[in-house]
């Protein structure tokens, strides 16, 4: 099981929020991308990938938690927001386990293999 001391976000050296978009690696676990920045409104969206052998244990969660951290402390964020087909009950309910919640639908948003499903806006306000 981990522990907190097991994941670090690592941005790449010389890699800037500044440019809209940051990926920050918490290797061998995964990593989450911040994009679609706006410095104006201080927001941003999550993107969050975990290799398969490290999901369901409790790693997508602390990262999430430690990309808060993050945003709030270097970036100033107020706001993370997160687009999640409908269908991915799994992402849906682990932004929801990091405190997120559903502020919106998009009707028939996403092309899943010929068929329109619908896109939920997950947000949470730092």
């Given amino acids: 099981m981990k522990s ?72 100033q964020l107020h706001t993370l927001y997160a687009d999640i087909a409908a269908s991915n009950t799994a992402s849906i309910a682990l932004f929801q386990k990091a405190g997120y919640q559903e502020c919106g639908r998009f009707k028939e948003w996403l092309n899943v293999d010929g068929q329109y499903i619908d896109s939920i806006r997950m947000q949470l306000i730092l």
């Fill in 4 to 75: 907190e001391r097991d994941i670090v976000l690592v941005a790449e050296e010389g890699a800037s929020l500044s440019s809209g978009s940051l990926r920050l690696y918490a290797l061998p676990f995964g990593c989450v991308d911040l994009y679609n920045y706006d410095p104006l409104n201080k927001r941003a969206a999550v993107g969050i990938m975990v290799a398969k052998e490290h999901r369901r244990k409790g790693f997508a969660l602390e990262m999430l938690r430690q990309l808060q951290t993050l945003t709030t402390t270097n970036y």
